[in-house]
């Protein structure tokens, strides 16, 4: 049985009987934690792929019975259009704050499949890490928010009001959830939204997020002549239309790295010096960063450093390509047409509508007159950036600073979760980004897992915030 090894960490403690009391719990109780999460990773709640509906509703129903299960006062599955999301309320006191825990119950199809050493969706512990679709991103992570309130309710009473809205479609874009919060502002309100849905930066550094990016998501394609044609009797005359596709992506980028979409950088807000320093003093080895990836070396926007890159500085990517042919053996073909999936990560301050629009206009001025292009937008989302001087930051890092031993190093992080914008600017309450897990979890890739010991610190660390938020407000 893996052993909760928090008291190997030399943590501090301001109230030792309640720690002991809370690691105590989780030692006790942590194989049938392990047995209950890996019970909900059983379910293929995959978003995106209509096949799986019925596996996404179970999911919902599953976590519906969980929070009943603990004796919420309130459990509801609100269906939408598209995936239900789930909510749940227990009212303590009137006096008490509110905390609202979202999540999501959803997760990435888990392609490509052969790449997997165990089946993504028949969860097997391995090395201390549960190895599944969902372990980390973000199954397992909301399930420690349902068991700190069941260790917590075993420990007394819950210190605050607690409401959770756990849906699913985050992976495909919030779509239904973004016009449910603006229809439901009084059932959402509270006094703090804590998610745990991003990465430390080691188990030994912990790190609480302070900012997110955005996201522009667009569908591109290049069509050409009216039919495939013989790539001998007509390549050379006639555009190929992979090979437009091609080009057209190169230019844009130039050979500093700097995106070429005129605008593109109008509304970035450049960090200042003394807020890259504050940035760069978060531990990073480049060395043990390419071995991890297995590449010699990296590449990025020129002057800036690679946490800045892969954090407060806008990309575009090509995520995927395709057209001509692509069996097996050789086939002489000029293809009729070519497409990409091309996502642009955004900083503060850019708006993912107005970046698409200039992608669009863009591309479409850039296309030659061989050739027609057609630009489809996907989801987006606004990127986010949350205040480190909130009662909830400072719960947050009091937490982890006891749960962890050492003080939480605020760093931001370059995924996406758009809702968090949204729920800024609607119900004007301030968000803790405090995720447990790490950036080689293998998160949308394939043997994606999540630490035992990440799943249980995270259970504490929660349980802590709670009282902390609460004993402040
Ligand atoms: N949990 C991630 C976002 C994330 C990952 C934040 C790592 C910080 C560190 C989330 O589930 C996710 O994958 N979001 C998508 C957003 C999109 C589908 C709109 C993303 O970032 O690609
Ligand atoms: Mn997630
Ligand atoms: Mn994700």
Known sequence: MPVYVLHLMNSYQPNPPFMDAIKQYIDQH????????????KIPSISADSAYKADVQRAA?????????LGMDRVEIFPTEGHPIVFAEKKVAEDKPTVLVYGHYDVQPPDPMDLWHSPPFDPVIKDGKIYARGACDDKGQVY???KAVELLQEMGELPCNLKFIIEGEEEVGSTHLAPFVQNHQDLLQADIILISDTSMIANDTPSITVGLRGLSYVEVEVVGPNRDLHSGTYGGAVDNPINV???????????DGRITIPGFYDKVVNLSEAERKELAKRPFDQEAYQAALG???????AGYSTTERASIRPTLDVNGIWGGYIGEGAKTVLPSKASAKISMRLVPNQDHKEITQLFKAHFEKIAPPTVQVTVTPHHGGQAAA???????????AKAMGEAFGKTPIPTREGGSIPIVALFQEVLGVDTVLMGFGLNSDAIHSPNEHYGIFNYLIGIDTIARFHQHFAEAE
Request: charged content about 30%.
């Open 30 to 41: 942590q194989q049938r934690f392990l047995d209950e999460v890996i019970d909900f990773l």
């Open 61 to 69: 129903a599953w976590l519906e019975a969980k929070f009943q299960a």
């Open 245 to 255: 596709l091609c080009e057209m992506i190169a230019s844009l980028k130039d050979e």
């Open 295 to 301: 590449i010699k070396a990296t590449r990025g926007e």
């Open 144 to 146: 420690m928010h349902l």
């Open 386 to 396: 949350v205040s480190i001087e909130t009662p909830g930051y400072r719960a947050a």
